[in-house]
């Protein structure tokens, strides 16, 4: 069966641009899906020039669990491939390897690619890129690790448990961890690459994590020494900070270097107090 891509957009011009041609140039067949939230700077002209399968997301009624139902409903296929309008795929052989992550094997739920930074991505948003993704190798150390950016999902698991329609942050790490917890596997496919990252500032830094820490803090368990200043948020950040120094110093990246005590406080910062806004909703 020919499989669906779906992306998300929202005034995603020019980038966009970028990643439509290299989805064209694929080497496998498949049919796409737009679900576009009112972009108004020519991505929905853009995106005509690939498809008249367009959806449009009203301003104010975006969020994320139900466009992903929304999206998987309309997608007839039995792996739906999900996009982001701003992963550009590296070469024609992304959707081809990125479906091979299946196998044969009956109780896999999701796959994720690799991504790659931009050539302007800033050296330790580029790090950060490299180390969640790379050869996969760190992926083990985690509690779990995801990407719905450039991703497969299996129908079958999807429609045994619909995304999560009631968080706004993380829906897709909520959703592959209640499979695994059923028994099902998420697989890692390094060969299938996408371009994508994202220069941050720290008050965008902040607001990421403290997203991301507020998800995590209802999504996993947590036991009392996992949760606690030191495990979760101290000895992270001066890991984080120790990491980076060992990154740029080599490289000559003294001003990154300079910079990372503070990046990596934001991000502390942001993370613990999402995270005890999580705690909190979690025990209410």
Known sequence: MTPFVVTRSHNDMPIIS?????????????????LDNESDDGTVEELRKYTNRIVNIPKGSYIPGRVLNLGMGLAQSEKVVFLNSDCSPQNKSWLRNLLTGFGANGRIAAVFGRQVPRLNCRPLFAKDTESTYGDGSLQKYWKHCFSMASSAISRSVWESQKFNENIRYSEDIEWTWR?????YSIEYVAD?????????????????????????AVIFPWTKWERSLLRYSLLP???????????????????????????RLAQMLGRRRGFQTGLNEKNQ
């Open 237 to 263: 950040c001066g890991r984080q900070v120790l990491s980076d120094w060992n990154y740029c110093l080599p490289k000559a990246l003294y001003g990154a270097a300079l910079y990372s005590p503070l990046l």
């Open 179 to 183: 499979a695994r917890q059923r028994g």
């Open 18 to 34: 970028e990643t439509l041609a290299g989805l064209h140039e694929q080497d496998h067949e498949f049919e796409l899906i737009c």
């Open 192 to 216: 299938s690459v996408v371009t994508h990252s994202h220069n941050y500032t720290l008050g965008q830094f902040y607001r990421r994590h403290y997203g991301e820490g507020q998800a995590e």
